[in-house]
């Protein structure tokens, strides 16, 4: 009995093993990505950062690797760095050379290196520093195009010509190679070419300045707009090698970056700066929380009276509990919102915040600037209000008017705020979440902030008429193929909202009604946290003839909104998932687009009925009637829980003008007569 114990036990712990080592091999169906110069090139750490980001968007499988002996065990080998003169010795290259022919598939970002063009199918490559745009083929059957099917895909933009050069690019003339991208002087951006069973593809650029150099703003004015527009250019490389690695692995497998069968996620948030804005947001939130959602509301702490604004937070408190019982996030949108936020010399980055007794900014229209902000205090008193009156944690941040600081995020980082959405996806040229870098610098250390940018918003500037009560329809029409052309990416839409109009709400309710049904609500916080989560997820998959087999670590069944998408699933009769424990896993499976299958661990349909709903009997703060009045009104509120209850009458500054009711009440609803008649005098 003792020895089949034993043999019980052992038995298990191989099959274990054996699963977990699955997790961690079939690396001819996943990519290397070749780094080098760690401690050399002062280019490393955007490198690193661009490819990182690279991996988290396109989902693939993939390790990097400074070893070029084991990239050659993978099936994809992607090289972070160009490839000039004198990178690779001799051997590398002929060890390159022997990968392809037997099936690999090499990805160059930049090739000038002349003993490698004929490998490449190229003649030469000429470098340049002037090249402002880059135009794809067209095509409806190179796998490696098929997410670049809208115009500002097709043509995206490098840099505007007023900067008299731009970063280094190179154009080819080909001997053998397809070419799949021009720059406008003629010479081919991206090239493809077969050698033997396996392909080279060779890009006219260094990742780190189409991915990490829009992500931090630092791009030669690349973007065609500012907000609701679709432009993605970071997006369309990041979504280019995916479709390259779908092409050189057969029915491969890859993270889906939306949240259980999903295509997007659709994002909404809030700014709350104004006591029109605090008034009307509870009809958003009641509108939100009869359909599940949950929205993010970004609070300005205007608590001070100046040149260009009163009081216009403190008489709000009870709306804004109202929002978290409705299951809604409140983030902070500044203490000031002020206009000059933005620039260093007038908000610089401070001593640290203390207490709001030490902290008096004000707006000076004599002066036309804020005196006395500062970048620490601005945060920091945003953060201590808002945590000190509604009893919650904020780590979510929008800076007022948009406008970001030089030192915004590091103070941001420092200051435990973890979530950001202060950019749009136009401006940093993307549609999905990534990490700050210390400084904004394209080599900075990584921040733990994730910033999650807009799409689209009420607010369209100098790109069309303001929304109003007469074209809110045609304007929400346009938010919808804007969310349309995101999600056909699996991109984020995130929408900015001020609550402070009726036909906004009309917009927004038509947004949701109108757009695809896959397409899924989610809530900003959440969701990049489901972004961090999915970056630990490690994989593999293999296919034994028709059986397509995936394994994964506990990561990914830690959180049951993880799925992974397949390639071309008609040849394929069964497909087995496994935990690392070598466990056969249950899944939703259903058919995707662009020729996919999605196995999600929970579908759409699932998650909105498992959503808990909060039980209200009443808003806590309804609207007195008559209103005007001019003898009497009536007041009814509502208490959710048993405790101290303040109910004050508050001049347009927010300056109290009459205490009703301040001590302890049972939970309930409870209405009031006031005489109107005691404000006077």
């Known amino acids: 009995m003792k020895n089949f114990i034993l043999f019980t036990i052992i038995l298990v712990f191989i099959w274990s093993s054996m699963a ?28 690193l950062i661009s490819v990182q980001q690279m991996r988290a968007v396109s989902g693939i499988s993939s390790k990097i690797s400074s070893d070029f002996e084991e990239c050659l065990d993978y099936g994809v080998i992607l090289f972070a760095n160009a490839v000039l003169e004198n990178s690779l010795t001799d051997l590398q290259k002929t060890s390159l050379q022997s990968f392809v022919e037997e099936g690999g598939t090499v990805v160059f970002p930049g090739l000038n290196e002349v003993d490698l063009n004929s490998f490449a199918g ?34 995206i933009k490098l840099g505007g010509s007023q900067f008299g050069g731009i970063f280094e690019t190179f154009g080819y003339r080909v001997s053998d190679a397809e070419v799949f991208a021009l720059f406008k ?23 780190r ?20 527009i679709f432009e993605a250019t970071s997006d369309v490389i990041m979504l280019l090698v995916r479709g390259i690695y779908s092409n050189a692995i ?31 947001s509870n009809d958003f939130a009641q509108m939100e929380y009869d359909r599940g959602i949950s929205a993010t509301y970004n609070i300005t702490t205007h608590q001070f009276i100046d040149d260009i604004n009163g009081d216009n937070y403190s008489s709000h408190i009870a709306q804004m509990k109202l929002l978290l019982y409705k299951n809604h996030v409140i983030g902070s949108h500044s203490y000031g919102h002020f206009p000059d936020f933005g620039d260093g010399n007038i908000f610089p980055i401070g001593e640290d915040f203390k207490s709001l007794s030490d902290y008096h900014p004000h707006y000076s229209t004599e002066e036309g600037r804020t005196i006395g902000g500062t970048v620490k205090g601005e945060f920091g008193a945003s953060k201590t209000l808002l945590e000190k009156d509604l009893n919650i944690d904020v780590n979510m941040h929008r800076s007022g008017h948009l406008v970001v600081n030089p030192v915004q995020y590091d103070v941001l980082n420092d200051m435990g705020f973890n979530y950001s959405s202060s950019y749009t996806s136009p401006d940093v040229l993307t549609g999905f979440p990534f990490y700050m870098l210390a400084g904004r610098s394209m080599n900075g250390a990584q921040l733990q902030i994730i910033e ?21 329809r045609d304007k929400a029409d346009l938010w919808v193929d804007v969310t349309e052309s995101y999600a056909n990416n699996n991109a984020v839409t995130t929408i900015l909202i001020h609550p402070n109009r009726k036909y906004k709400l009309d917009a927004l309710v038509h947004i949701l009604d109108e757009m695809s049904q896959d397409i899924l609500p989610y809530e900003l916080t959440q969701y990049a946290e489901f972004w961090k989560e999915k970056n630990t997820i490690e994989f593999s998959s293999s296919l034994q003839g028709t059986t397509l087999k995936i394994y994964a670590n506990q990561a990914f069944f830690n959180n049951e909104a993880f799925s992974f998408v397949y390639d071309f699933p008609n040849n ?21 687009y662009l020729g996919t299958q999605v196995l999600s661990q929970k579908s759409i349909s699932d998650f909105k009925d498992s959503r808990p709903l909060l039980k209200l009997e009443g808003e806590i703060l309804s609207q007195n009637y008559p209103n005007p009045a001019y003898t009497n009104t009536n007041i009814e509120y509502y208490v959710p829980q048993q405790g101290i209850v303040e109910l004050q009458v508050r001049d347009m500054y927010g300056r109290v003008v009459k205490e009703l009711v301040n001590g302890y009440q049972e939970a309930g609803n409870y209405k009031m007569n006031y005489d109107v008649g005691q404000l006077s005098g």
């Open 20 to 47: 977990n080592a699955q997790v961690n091999q079939n690396n001819d169906r996943k990519m290397a990505i070749y780094l080098t110069g760690e401690g050399v090139d002062e280019n490393y750490q955007a490198n």
């Open 122 to 155: 190229i003649q030469d490559a000429k470098s340049s520093n002037n090249r402002l745009s880059l135009s794809f083929k067209s095509s409806q059957i190179d796998k490696e195009l098929r997410w670049i099917d809208e115009p500002y895909e097709r043509d």
């Open 185 to 207: 002087d003629g010479r081919a951006g991206l090239v493809k070419v077969k050698r033997g069973a396996g392909y080279v593809y060779t890009f006219g650029f260094e990742w």
């Open 209 to 228: 300045n189409l991915i990490i150099r829009n992500l931090m703003d630092r791009d030669y004015q690349a973007n065609r707009g500012y907000s609701n």
């Open 250 to 280: 057969p029915h491969a497998v890859w993270l889906s970056p939306a949240p259980y069968d999903s295509k997007s996620v659709f994002i909404i948030t809030h700014d709350v700066c104004s006591h029109t804005a605090h008034i009307f």
């Open 452 to 472: 999650i940018p807009l799409t689209i918003s009420d607010i369209f500037g100098k790109h069309g008429a303001p929304i109003d009560e007469f074209n809110w």
């Open 572 to 592: 394929i009769t069964e497909v087995e998932l496994y935990n690392e424990d070598g466990v056969l896993q249950s899944f939703v499976e259903k058919e995707y």
